[in-house]
């Protein structure tokens, strides 16, 4: 099982960027698909996006299409969102999660928060 840290959080203002970190202990991130959530005030965790354990197949919430990039380096034991163009709504804590199966999250980080200032 693997554990997970993210990092990279802050405050930016709108149309301003950010990229997130997710680092991974442990030596079997490379069998785990890997997604990034979020989770605003009063609202219930998001999907954002996700990313196979290869690194061959990506998915992405329609609400961060063109914006967002997930990416990983399976040598670095970490994964990356990539925010572009941010949004006031984008405000929330990102979690990032590991699991094997499709759909299926085992693992949880804590967290880091994101707000975007208009």
């Known amino acids: 099982q693997v554990q997970l840290v993210e990092s990279g959080g802050g405050l930016v203002q709108a149309g301003g960027s950010l990229r997130l970190s997710c680092a991974a202990s442990?030596?079997?991130?490379?069998?785990?698909?890997m997604g990034w959530f979020r989770q605003a005030p009063g609202k219930e965790r998001e999907f954002v996006a996700a990313?196979?354990?290869?690194?061959?197949?990506?998915y992405n919430a329609d609400s961060v299409k063109g914006r967002f990039t997930i990416s990983r380096d399976n040598a670095k034991n970490t994964v990356y969102l990539q925010m572009n163009s941010l949004k006031p709504e984008d405000t929330a804590v990102y979690s990032c999660?590991?699991?094997?199966?499709?759909?299926?999250?085992?693992?949880w980080g804590q967290g880091t928060q994101v707000t975007v200032s208009s």
């Open positions: 442990g030596r079997t991130f490379s069998n785990y698909n």
């Open positions: 999660a590991a699991g094997k199966g499709a759909g299926s999250w085992d693992t």
């Open positions: 990313i196979s354990w290869s690194g061959g197949t990506t």
